[in-house]
């Protein structure tokens, strides 16, 4: 693996496949065990956990749902001002086990308005599970409860993972080179 250019930043190898095969794996571990016997929703977060989800949910060894949702958001009116809205969850959610499936945690923004949004709908419980987290940048309370990697502070392509639009096909993860 060598450095490769995205529009006009380079990139350097980060995080290899094995070592992505190695954290998914755990994760998916740790929710088997944690879920045995029920029948959670997994929910991914589009666009950058399409790969981790499909990965992940082979080592998934429950009965389970597997679905997706987006954030959507946009400017309302003066009053209501930025306008977050979930799409694409069209299962009832009441009662029921959910897992937030993320590409990436880093200031945490995006994972707190979601799970404000889960909320309201009444689910059992709702847990996290992030292929990636960067605890520096991170400055909400909610506990993040899986994690497949911590990574510094730096901006990280592939494996779902884009730059403008970019890059989400790699098969492994790159870092932007300084
Ligand atoms: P947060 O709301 O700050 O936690 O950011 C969450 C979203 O920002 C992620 O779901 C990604 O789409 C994007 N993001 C954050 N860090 C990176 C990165 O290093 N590379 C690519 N996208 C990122």
Redesign the pocket.
């Known amino acids: 693996m060598e450095t490769i250019t995205v529009k006009d930043l380079s990139f350097k190898p980060f995080i290899s496949e094995e070592e992505l095969d190695v954290a998914i794996k755990k994760v998916a571990q740790k929710i088997n065990e944690d879920y045995k016997g029920k029948t959670p929703i997994f929910l991914g977060?589009l666009?950058?956990?399409f790969m981790f989800m499909g990965d992940l949910m082979k080592s998934i060894n429950l009965d389970c749902y597997t679905s997706f949702v987006k954030m959507a958001s946009y400017e309302g009116t003066e009053s209501t001002g930025k306008i977050n809205e979930l799409i694409g969850l069209n299962e009832d959610i009441e009662g029921k086990d959910i897992i937030l499936v993320?590409?990436?945690?880093?200031?945490?923004?995006?994972?707190?308005?979601l799970f404000d949004i889960l909320k309201e709908k009444n689910p059992k419980s709702i847990k996290i599970a992030t292929l990636?987290y960067?605890p520096e940048?991170?400055n909400k309370d909610h506990k993040i409860d899986y994690v497949g990697k911590e990574?510094p502070n730096?901006?990280?392509?592939g494996y779902g993972?884009?730059?403008d639009g970019l890059?989400r096909n790699l098969s492994s993860i790159y870092?932007?080179k300084d």
């Open positions: 977060v666009n950058g956990s993320e590409d990436i945690v880093d200031t945490g923004n995006t994972l707190v308005k990636l960067k940048a991170y990574i730096a901006f990280v392509l993972l884009d730059y890059g870092v932007l």
